[in-house]
């Protein structure tokens, strides 16, 4: 029996500064969601999907930071987008395949919950934002000759806003490479420019799934440009290298923030209107020793630091970096429990009605670039004297190895990690 594979891409575009996009994500119209949505359920259900998500994403970073040859590496990807991909995936999974990919994502089993979830905290992130643009589009391609089942097609179109379009990989591989190519450069605002090489497309590629959240914000209170000086930045392995270093002005503002004895963690909100409330939360260890900072992301600890929180106002130093990188999650995600989807024992019964279909790669692509600029703030500005300071205002130096995370504080759900071990490279 010949075995086809499906590709799973997972693209992730994120950068940190003024600016706008247009959203291209084809959402479920109003009257659809009528049928599918439930008011309180659907509110619960939504949280359970965030959580589940922020569950993935820590074993995903864990597993990622900790792999010999990224360790000492900078690191950056979108969970929610590998998450959502997979997701949509594990929709046409049966048996053992659907077990595993169901234990990995920590999916609810149950159809309704699991579906309106996604459909709610899809419609969340896709929603306008006033000073911000974050979208999250999801697509198939598909072979024109490989008859998809009706059934999976509006799954995916109904509760995943997923697009499907018809391509010919066999006799035509560049062309379809380049149809893929131009509608993530058009998602990313021209950031990815070459996401499916022709090359290497094969016969047996019958379906190619593919994910893309893009972010581009502001600061609510952005650094200041004419406090940007060059620095050190100690890299773990005990050597330097020149940064340029950012650093706030605003006295008057007050950031949630905590510490404890291993760990200092800032969140730094970005401009949102009224509506949304999106950040950035920095874990920075006190010691070279990540480990510290990497144990704050466990989703319970996370969760509870959260909550905990104090405004402060903190003298914030962060270098200005960029990361761009590239993963093939294949091997990672197996040990992590899912090795039947790229085995010939893969069992994606529910996307074509065979047994030929397997996954062969889940690459996910990602860029971030995180500098000073934004909008003003709308506290204005101001000076508070030090004398009126009941204690001193806590230093937050970033010269040193750390983790971010950009999340929606709302759902609490986890959209972008990274660890910047070293901004130089």
């Excluded at 974050?134 to 997923?162: F, H, K, M, Q």
């Amino acid at each position: 029996m010949s075995h086809w594979s499906v590709w799973v891409l997972v693209l992730v575009i994120m950068q940190v500064f003024l600016g706008g996009i247009i959203a291209y994500a084809d959402n479920p119209t109003s009257s659809d969601k009528s049928l599918v949505s439930s008011g309180e359920q659907s509110q619960t259900d939504k949280d359970h999907i965030a959580a589940s998500n922020n569950k993935f994403s820590y074993n995903l970073f864990s597993n990622l930071s900790h792999d010999p040859f990224s360790a000492n590496k900078n690191l950056f990807f979108s969970p929610f987008s590998v998450f959502s991909a997979l997701a949509i995936t594990y929709e046409g999974a049966r048996n053992s395949t659907a077990e595993e990919m169901r234990s990995v994502l920590y999916l609810p089993q149950n159809d309704a919950a699991r579906r309106d979830g996604f459909l709610e905290l899809n419609s969340r992130v896709n929603s306008p934002g006033t000073d911000y643009n974050l979208t999250n589009g999801n697509a198939l391609w598909v072979e024109r000759t490989y008859p998809i089942l009706d059934d999976y097609l509006n799954t995916s179109r109904t509760w995943y806003s997923v697009n499907a379009s018809n391509l010919d990989f066999k006799s035509n591989p560049s062309g379809s490479a380049g149809e893929i190519n131009t509608w993530a450069e058009g998602e990313t605002a021209h950031k990815i420019q070459k996401l499916v090489d022709p090359d290497t497309l094969s016969p047996d590629t019958k379906l190619i799934i593919t994910n893309v959240i893009y972010f581009k914000g502001s600061w609510a209170y952005p650094f200041d440009k004419n406090k940007i000086e060059n620095d050190l930045f100690n890299l773990s392995d005990g050597r330097s290298v020149p940064v340029m270093m950012m650093h706030n002005s605003q006295n008057h503002v007050e950031y949630n923030y905590i510490e404890n004895e291993d760990v200092q963690v800032l969140e730094l909100p970005y401009a949102n209107g009224k509506e949304r409330h999106l950040s950035m939360v920095i874990l920075l260890p006190k010691t070279s020793n990540m480990s510290a900072a990497e144990m704050v992301l466990d989703p319970g600890t996370f969760s509870q630091l959260q909550k905990e929180m104090v405004k402060k106002k903190v003298q914030i130093s962060l270098p200005k970096f960029t990361i761009h990188e590239r993963y093939d999650l294949s091997q990672v995600l197996s040990y992590l429990g899912m090795s039947d989807a790229f085995s010939d024992k893969a069992d994606f019964s529910g996307i074509d009605g065979t047994h030929n279909l397997y996954i062969s790669d889940v690459v996910h692509s990602s860029y971030v670039d995180v500098n000073e600029e934004g909008t003003e703030a709308a506290a204005g500005s101001g000076v508070v004297p030090a004398t009126l300071s009941i204690e001193k205002n806590p230093v937050f130096r970033a010269d040193h190895p750390f983790i971010f995370v950009i999340r929606d504080s709302e759902t609490g759900v986890i959209l972008f990690i990274g660890k910047m071990m070293n901004p130089a490279s």
